[in-house]
């Protein structure tokens, strides 16, 4: 198993999650643009979009938390999680509240953060990953454990166009 430790006390990152068919299989996934590297994870065939999204979140503090960062710089094209985590707007469905409760539990780890939005089409390793796991759970492979990947150059013919 190949493990990408951070060296750093700052991380950016960006997340997104996705589903496909809403609510319906859905996967959620970082992509920390220092490496070129991202993480992915299946989880769940019964959830929504803006689950997935803030699943994605919660992946990457952890990953964050666990390799001693102090500093979160999360990225994010979902403009619902963004508004809702910097408290701009307030959940009305049962499962975000708890997802952005989830979230606060993990805020004392860090002495600062930050969630920003980006448009979709700055976001889109974190996307090609998000849909390798969505393809592999279509082929029977559930990535249910965070799993690493490596972002395809843009300027290769193997990543494909979003």
């Not at 929504?48 to 094209?77: C, I, P, Q, R």
């Not at 993990?106 to 939005?117: G, K, V």
Request: a negative charge; glycine letters at 6%.
């Amino acid at each position: 198993m190949v493990h990408y430790i951070v060296n750093m006390k700052t991380l950016t990152f960006y997340t997104d999650g996705g589903c496909r068919k809403n609510p319906g299989p859905a996967a959620s996934s970082v992509y920390f643009p220092e490496t070129g590297h991202g993480l992915g994870a299946f989880i769940g065939e019964s959830r929504t979009n803006n689950e997935a999204e803030a699943e994605a979140l919660l992946m990457a503090l952890g990953y964050a938390n666990a390799n001693d960062v102090t500093h979160v710089n999360a990225k994010s094209d979902s403009q619902l999680l963004v508004n809702l985590v910097n408290e701009r707007w307030k959940a009305s469905a049962q499962n975000m509240q708890e997802l952005l409760e989830r979230f606060r539990e993990c805020l004392p780890a860090f002495d600062s953060w930050s969630l920003t939005w980006v448009p979709r089409e700055r976001n889109s390793e974190a996307d090609w990953i998000c849909n390798q796991v969505l393809d592999q759970a279509e082929k029977g492979e559930y990535l249910t454990c965070p799993t690493w990947f490596k972002i395809p150059s843009l300027r290769s013919s193997s990543m494909p166009s979003q």
